[in-house]
């Protein structure tokens, strides 16, 4: 990319700013190339034209985009360089308020001065386990990830805590300690971690002070060794120290002080154990006062000192050691304040001997008061001939003075950090260690001196060992990803340090001119400006002749050589030293004896290559002999040595301090103090390493996500996202040196990443714009579609309102009109009708004339014709009879000659032959046709006569009784009608009254409406009036009420509140203390157990074992049946017993065992079948029985079925018989033979299982026989109803109709049949391709179906010509053959179960003889004892009838009782059972125990059954289903021991026959307490188990995991991952498998029987850690705080609830417990930019704290540039909104926190008589009572 496409329009740069280092600005106008200025337009609006040189072509640095600002990781950042990290951290820290970010493998900590919550126990929780990058930086993860690494790898770790003073380094490696001392824990009971954290406040009180620049400076550099054992916990620790700033004690600059003891120890002095110490306030004493400033503001010395003294106690430190400790620093002071006064002549001073300070300090030390008195103001001079004694001016003795008093305090530093190692050193073997490197950082003041020139000395070696490291896991990355990689260059600082420390080095010359007896300063420096002066990196101030300058990787510093030799040397006068050692005090005297062999603290390791010894902090130091004593240039040297081969041997984690501003002020950003540390302690170095090479990384899977919509659509078609990542970047990036393709990731070069961005937000803006465009217009279209409505409707109500005023003038005019016409008319009408009527009078008279005229005219007329037409008619008549007949007498002649005619031929024909011949044909057929019409007419003449005198009959009866009825009808009829002609003339009457009171009703009515009217108005009205005074006086009242009753219920609330918080913390503080019990319980028996394992001599030594090898066979461990548990029970007795010959019987129950289980298998498979045939048979079946009514043939085969049946019942009853009574036999010759008990009771044993097998066998034999059976009549159903169904149809309807059947119609059937037959044949083929194991067993009988369905066709087609008769008799034929087929199949089942019966008789019988044999051999070795014994458990089996619910056993039983009850039995062996059984069996041998009246025994098996349960808990502590049986059943026997009490309240639902079952005897109240206590125990338990189990899950279910697909983005962070603890492998969760987990719970809970309070409650605590964890981590993260995270959570969350709801555990309070995760996502999601938004926050967010919602926001990471952050306004108004809320100061949730359980009493409704016992438990030795 070229710099015109990079420096374009709206690009933003840095610009350099001499106030703020760097300014922003951003590019108005394109820049071309060979262009002298850039046009840029600052944030202040104000343009600027930046000039470019052309030479070295120098732009302006790159500004990253927004999205990219607040990174937690600066490497992450596309343009890396000062002025992006530079703003990057600025805004963390002022506006999100973070402290910490990373750098690479650096972590960048910022001083905030202020206290923040955020190194608490729940923070170090949350940290705990998670992998460097997935939650926001902090010290914390820093130390996981050493943690983690040292663990992993087994290599040892080291933390390099650097900075300035006043940077906070001192906290950053405290609170790296406390990690490892919480995470890590002590491995046995000495509390080591609690003594690494002790040492903390010792070293601070002896070797911190207040400073310029921090209040809690440390003035010594320390480097702690934390050792672990194998299984990482901490078993020791060991720490060095490096240049205590010794000057401090004998003078302090303005505004700082001595070291904190002081002060401490003069705060404590009115303390009575102090009195002798003679000390005052500290202004009293001239080393502690110099400053002027004695006091720290917020820092409470007195108890600072209390704390230094409780840990001194901690450590180990006597009372008698620690008073000499504060008698030494109180003398330092005493020291300090010795008058010197000097002698007039100059060269000498002397002390008075009255001088209270002297006095005071030689008696704190135990020395002659005389001789320090002299040898403070002498000194001796010793040559080779004699010695002198010389006499010191006043400045040499007061400097004598103040290097004794520093040596006396170095010696003490020395000796308390010697004995703190001593304190915190271990005899185990230290397996690892992780070292804390707390070390001054770079300084640099207007005077440098010796101390300075070592700290810089000591920062050269450790940033040299920074880069190296730096490099290396650059190149190490580059390798593992198989990228070609080149040489980095980067700054080499060796030249520096071999100017220090190489041979005639800086230290090499000092320590020369020290040895020289008159050296000076000066010489030293003219030596260095001649050896050094051509060195790079050493330069010669111009005006000073005593400095010289040195050029560090940092800075240039100039130090001034006045005091270098002095402070090298460290002089301090032998004969001071010697009075010293003669004190008194051992502790004096040891403080300064010679020291020539050092023992270090420590020393453990693997190996010299792995593992670096310990030595010690100090190297000895001798100051007896001055010229062979090292000098502090020499040691130091070496013990930095000693610390780089330290650090070069562990793998280092660097935490860099930041000082953000020299004022102490909180959250206050100085760019230029920044800048100047970042370039000090190797930050930007690190980011010119990772600039150099390819600093952003992405995996494929990451950049494809987010950079997909910059793929074409063709190429998404690939499903190889690698090969399309990489087309896009050729295709994006045309420089194929910008990037890079790994592995597993993408390398690009800086810059790139915001190349794409770049691209990737133009896509976005342009499709943004082109989605806002279409809104907008689709809005605006939306706007015109609504104003034009409503112009319309405007228009449309003007129109109606004008077209409606029209239409009434109209109306009113027509109406005028109307009216005007109506009155014309009416005056006209009546003019015309007067007219009218008069015309019409007139008219009627002269038409009544006329009429009456023309009808006597008709009249007349009308007569005449009637006579003419009688007269015609007589006349016509006459002529008709006439012509009549003449007409007969012409026809009668016509017809008599006919006749005659014809008569003649048939006389002629009748004589003839052949006529007779006809007439005789067909004769005799027609007779016997007509004798069988007459029989047949005969035959239904007598049928039709019987028939008719039956309804003959029929009809009289009913004449005569319909006669009667009339009969009596008339009767009555005749009395009633004069009484009906009353009454009808009554109804009349009654008639018109009706309808006279109809009349006056209708008055009356009208009149009552009226009046109804009007009062109904004045009711209304008057109702009105009182409603309104009633509400009235209602509102009066309620604000009456309202008042008093607020108060009321305010008062009553909060006591409720506080009785209920009073009751929940009594029961959690209970219960913790329950948890505490059971941990102290738990280390007392872990020690008891070691005891014993040292006690007992080596060795293997089996465990006895009763538990059967077949006991996994048993598939039926239920209530009701146990026979085969009872089988192995007794092969396990017999091995038992240990007898050879039972060994040789074992094949038979063996082989009994596994007949059995095959017959089992069988019967469940054929049972599958019947049911599958039975549901396809039942729909078909129905459709012929509806059709056809049911089948004979189906019950006669049924029945007979059942007569098989019953004959298989008796045949093997009749064998049982025959077994039962060879057993008798058995039985009586075993008790005729005298037999002793054991082989008795092992034959009785015995015998009992080989009859229950038997009876299994038997048993499972008819269930195999009877469901054959049903499978055949069920196939014969199937094929009846498949191919019979026209035969039947044929049977039904042709006997009773004549009709005959069409061919066609027939073939229409067959066809049918033939459809029917082949859907069957695909309904089989589906279900074989489904149940492969049905398809083979079904073959064959689908391949004989087909072939009796071909014959059944053929027989169709055959009976389809016979007569009816004929057809019912082939059906019958055709039922007689298969039912044929039938027996003959049942006879051959028949004969295989003989054969089966017959073989199993044999085996029988050989086990019999066998059995009898094992008698004859064991009677001889019995006792009467066990006679007796056998004898009373007969007559308990006699009993057994009358049981009662106790079970009893014998004292010497009840180990077996515990073990084979509860230590050694599965929750899955009792599957299937009563839920709970182990709690009723054992309170049955209670209630036997309390029924004997026997204490003894209830205590032990009470006892015992506590201390086993316990046992198994421990053994089995992350078995969640173990767990939560053995929970259910403490619970079940703890509500048996309450519903069994005898106190009523616990008995109000019991039955009568369970108040029987009370304990009778003995009072268990305190054994109810401790099984409610170990209840507690369990629960908690389990709780943490699954914790355990769902933890892990959480955070990647609830905000990682994209639960709604497409909704989260990608952010472009580079995703570098940093934790090189980090496993490879995906070990994501769903939310599916969170839910899968709790089902898995749920399910196993209920199983057990558990209580359903006791699930809610488990449930509960685990949605409040659910909620905790996810919440904590939200708070603790970055990168999911976003609105796509704010809706995944919202529907996670919605998800648990519709489990909840699912599972009916809604009212258990568990979603509840969600709601500060529910308040968190609707945070994330709601609008934050308004006052109202903030005001919409606060009232919704009420359970998130303020501190977490501040957290949040300032948290809260737009994903894409469109979204806004959060401003620091928005959040200041909400803080300011939500000041008042009290809310706790913990930012995290505590995750581990647990409600107090309540176990609510559940009593049980079954009986004890009704509970049976599965012989799978093995409690045989149980006698049922």
Partial sequence: MSACELYSQFTRV?????????????IVKDYKEGEKVLHLKFEDETIQEYPVDLKTNQLPFLRNPDILVGENDLTALSYLHEPAVLHNLKVRFLESNHIYTYCGIVLVAINPYEQLPIYGQDVIYAYSGQNMGDIDPHIFAVAEEAYKQMARDEKNQSIIVSGESGAGKTVSAKYAMRYFATVGGSASETNIEEKVLASSPIMEAIGNAKTTRNDNSSRFGKYIQIGFDKRHHIIGANMRTYLLEKSRVVFQADEERNYHIFYQLCAAASLPEFKELALTCAEDFFYVSQGRDTSIEGVDDAEDFEKTRQAFTLLGVRESHQISIFKIIASILHLGNVEIQAERDGDSCSISSQDEHLMNFCRLLGVEHSQMEHWLCHRKLVTTSETYVKTMSLQQVVNARNALAKHIYAQLFNWIVGHVNKALHTALKQHSFIGVLDIYGFETFEVNSFEQFCINYANEKLQQQFNWHVFKLEQEEYMKEQIPWTLIDFYDNQPCIDLIEAKLGILDLLDEECKVPKGTDQNWSQKLYDRHSSSQHFQKPRMSNMSFIVLHFADKVEYHSDGFLEKNRDTVYEEQINILKASKFSLVADLFQDEKDTVPATSSGKGASSKVSVRSARPPMKVANKEHKKTVGHQFRTSLTLLMETLNATTPHYVRCIKPNDEKLPFHFDPKRAVQQLRACGVLETIRISAAGYPSRWTYHDFFNRYRVLIKKRELSNTDKKAICKNVLESLIKDPDAFQFGRTKIFFRA???????????????AATIMIQKTVRGWLQKVKYRRLRGVTLTLQRYTRGYLARRLAEHLRKTKAAIVIQKQYRMQRVRQAYKRIYRATVTIQAFTRGMFVRRAYHQILLEHKATRIQTHARGWMARRRFLQFRRAAIVIQCAFRRLKARQELKALKIEARSAQHLKRLNVGMENKVVQLQRKIDDQNKEFRSLTEQLSTVTSAHNMEVEKLKKELIKYQQSQGGDDSHRLSLQEEIESLRAELQKAHSEKKILQDIHTQEKDELTKRVLDLEQENAFLKDEKEMLNNQILCQSKDELAQNSVKETLLMKKELEEERSRYQNLVKEYSRLEQSYDNLHDEMTIIRQSPGHRRNPSNQSSLESDSNYPSVSTSEIGDTEDAIQQVEEMGLEKAAMDMSVFLKLQKRVRELEQERKKLQTQLEKKEQQENKKVQVVETKNGIDS????????????????????????????????????????????????????????????????????????????????????????????????NARTSWPNSEKHVDQEDAIEAYHGVCQTNRLLEAQLQAQSREHEEEMESLKSQIETLKEEMDKQQQTFCQTLLLSPEAQVEFGVQQEISRLTNENLDLKELVEKLEKNEKKLKKQLKIYMKKVQDLEAAQALAQSERRRNELTRQVTVQRKEKDFQGMLEYYKEDEPLLIRNLVTDLKPQTLSGTV??????ILYMCLRHADYINDDIKVHSLLTSTINGIKKVLKKHNEDFEMTSFWLSNTCRLLHCLKQYSGDEGFM???TPKQNEHCLKNFDLTEYRQVLSDLSIQIYQQLIKIAEGMLQPMIVSAMLENESIQGLSGVKSTGYRKRSSSMVDGDNSYSLDSIIRQMNSFHSVMCDQGLDPEIIQQVFKQLFYMINAVALNNLLLRKDVCSWSTGMQLRYNISQLEEWLRGKNLHQSGAAETMEPLIHAAQLLQLKKKTPEDAEAICTLCTSLSTQQIVKILNLYTPVNEFEERVTVAFIRTIQAQLQDRNDPQQLLLDFKHMFPVLFPFNPSSLTMDSIHIPAVLNLEFLNEV
């Avoid at 058995?1226 to 005729?1232: E, L």
């Fill in 1548 to 1550: 109000t639902q019991n």
């Fill in 1475 to 1480: 839920p709970c059984l182990p709690a009723y």
């Fill in 1193 to 1288: 043939d189906q019950d006669a085969d049924l029945a007979y079925n059942s007569l098989k049946r019953q004959e298989l019942e008796s045949e093997n009853k009749k064998l049982k018989n025959e077994l039962n009574e060879l057993r008798k036999a058995v039985a009586d010759q075993a008790m005729q033979n005298n037999s002793t008990h054991e082989v008795q009771d092992s034959y009785a044993l015995l015998l009992n299982q080989l009859k229950s097998a038997n009876e299994e066998l038997e048993v499972r034999k008819e269930e195999v026989l009877i469901l054959r059976t049903q499978i055949v009549s069920a196939d014969q159903r199937k094929h009846t109803g498949r191919n019979m169904e026209p035969n039947i």
């Fill in 751 to 765: 810059g790139q990443v915001a190349y794409l961005e770049k691209l990737r937000a133009d896509k976005v803006r």
């Fill in 14 to 26: 840095w610009i350099p700013d001499p106030d703020e280092v760097w300014r922003s600005a951003e």
